[in-house]
């Protein structure tokens, strides 16, 4: 596996300036808040995070799904994937090292930047109002996790560069559909707002929009672990049987 | 007897498209073996099946003498299938780089020393996008050969190569399994390409294996014979067998007779026909060779006519293309 990693973080690096993109993009969601309300008056961390949550849950999904699903999907569309395959690696490593190498590039990259902003807020402006900051960092970190991992192990699925696709039908309109339905049940079944609110709390755009709540409880803090966690395995175990079966294209 | 690979059975089908038939072939160890077939043959597919990017429906492959772990076992092997797997936004350096780490080459200079042997040491920091299809080939045969495989399965590695580039990689590939015993299986429609390279030649149509046959009985079943036609091919027929008493001859494509006794008597053999009023259109001693061998074996399924279209075409590039 170690020779794997070594041969995706190489690809990763050196193929096609996907990695100034990857730059580029995420300065450019961390910007999307200042387009509003918050370059007005002093900008603390809190107020640019509760700004940030509002304006970009749907960018993160979207463009950092499509950032992962490019750095995978690239090595199966010249197909320098079949390397791996030709090479005797196991299925399960070759998925890892895509994992192990993309996950923590984006994620790490997209909330390091997002950390040091607050971070310059913080100490100019100060921390502001809002509670739990360390927390609702902790937990945006886990959103983009959930991100990126769904965008690799969706490309890794189809093993073809329109896995990007999926990732962009999964984050952008499965979610919308699915949350829209709940909300029409909800209102047909005369849910409380608190229990929709739950429902809702599964899905990643919401689970954004709701770091903007006034306390975080626990339940919200276990689903976001949980829908990681549980879609992870789900794409993981289809990744690894369209592997196993061979059928590349 | 070494075997480095061995197929048994190998059948694929897609949908209901039987493109390989219940194919086997035994690969011994130090030996250059060529498998050919036309278009749709199946070749390739027989090649992504033992490189374990295609799943056989039916059969097993043993490599290095052992069916088990066969997946650890690729990774004394090297592969190039239908074309080269390039990075296109990577230097031919790179791409190799990309291998190096991913076979776990440990010596950096092994590059330079691929890159030397293949032809691309000056490419410098032209992409691989902007190779020609020979530099891809070349670069290609590089990736395959950087990890020092035991065996190295290529997909037509002449494929675009220009005369020159093919003389190079035949030579290339002899020094390949002559001085470091590489073993390796090499697909082409090149004939006499792989009957100047190759020591064993694998014949398959359809899917289905017709014949494996070794060089030295290649040579034998191909025989010289007096090739003979003249204004009358019945009459002719019937004075080779009555005056010329020959019982070993054949009739081809009814306008020659192949005759394969008395080769050394071509004077006799034109008096003969002459004398009885025929007149000779054609009288030369030939050889069947590779190419004649392959379409005999293959003509019945009709893909033998095929093969010659695609040869002519193939002729007229040469000529008049680039």
């Given amino acids: 596996m170690n020779r794997l990693v070594k041969a995706e973080w190489f690809r990763v690096r050196k193929s ?142 189809v093993r073809h560069i329109l896995g990007i696709g999926i990732g962009f039908l999964r984050f952008a309109m499965l979610e919308e559909i699915l949350v829209i339905w709940i909300q029409i049940a909800a209102e047909n079944a005369s849910m409380e707002l608190e229990t929709v609110q739950k429902m809702s709390s599964w899905f990643v755009q919401n689970q954004i929009m709701s770091l903007n709540m006034e306390t975080i409880p626990t339940y919200f803090v276990v689903r976001v672990i949980l829908s990681l966690v549980i879609e992870a395995a789900v794409w993981y175990v289809i990744s690894y049987i369209g592997y196993k079966r061979k059928k590349f294209q | 007897m070494d075997h480095i690979l061995q197929v048994k059975g190998l059948t694929k089908i897609y949908g209901e498209h039987k493109v390989v038939d219940n194919f086997s072939l035994t690969i011994e160890k130090g030996h250059i073996y060529g498998l050919i077939g036309p278009n749709g043959a199946g070749k390739t597919t027989i090649m992504k099946m033992i490189a374990g990017t295609c799943m056989p429906t039916a059969g097993s492959i043993a490599l290095f003498g052992s069916e088990e772990d066969i997946d650890a076992k690729r990774s004394r092997a090297s592969f190039m299938i239908e074309a080269p797997y390039l990075d296109g936004s990577m230097t031919a350096r790179q791409n190799m780089e990309y291998i190096r780490y991913l076979r776990g080459v440990a010596k950096k200079e092994r590059i330079d020393e691929v890159l030397e042997f293949v032809g691309l040491a000056n490419t410098g920091a032209k992409k691989a996008k902007h190779f020609s299809l020979g530099m891809r080939q070349r670069l290609g045969i590089g990736m395959a050969l950087l990890p020092s495989p035991e065996i190295m399965i290529l997909d037509e590695p002449v494929n675009g190569l220009d005369p020159e580039g093919i003389v190079e990689v035949r030579n290339m590939l002899k020094k390949l399994c002559e001085e470091d015993g590489i073993t390796i299986l090499i697909s082409s429609h090149l004939l006499s390409e792989l009957s100047e390279l190759c020591t064993d030649f694998t014949i398959m149509d359809k899917g289905k294996l017709i014949e494996c046959i070794s060089k030295e009985e290649l040579e034998q079943k191909c025989r010289n014979y007096i090739s003979v036609a003249a204004n009358d091919i019945n009459r002719l027929a019937t004075i080779i067998e009555q005056e010329l008493g020959v019982k070993e001859y054949k009739v081809v494509d009814n306008n020659e007779i192949r005759i394969y006794e008395r080769l050394d008597e071509l004077e006799t053999v034109s008096k003969t026909i002459t004398d009885c009023g025929l007149i000779l259109t054609k009288l030369n001693t030939e050889g069947e060779n590779l190419e004649e061998y392959y379409l005999s074996k293959v003509t019945a399924s009709g893909s033998g006519e095929n093969y010659k279209t695609q040869k002519l075409g193939f002729k007229k590039l040469g000529k008049g293309g680039k």
């Fill in chain 1, 16 to 157: 096609s300036g996907i990695m100034k993109w990857l730059i580029i993009i995420c300065l450019l969601i961390l910007v999307i808040p200042f387009l509003d309300d918050v370059s007005s008056g002093k900008i603390t961390a809190t107020s640019y995070f509760m700004a940030f949550e509002e304006q970009a849950c749907m960018f993160i999904p979207l463009f950092l799904s499509a950032l992962a699903g490019a750095f995978a999907g690239m090595s199966f569309n010249n197909k320098t994937a079949l390397y791996e395959v030709m090479a005797g690696n196991k299925t399960w490593n070759i998925i890892n090292s895509k994992l192990l190498v993309i996950v923590p590039l984006i994620s790490l990259l997209f909330s390091g930047l997002f950390a040091a902003l607050l971070g310059i807020f913080g100490i100019v402006n100060g921390t502001g109002e809002l509670k739990q900051l360390p927390l609702r960092m902790l937990l945006l970190f886990i959103i983009v996790l959930h991100v990126v991992v769904v965008a690799v192990l969706a490309v890794t699925s």
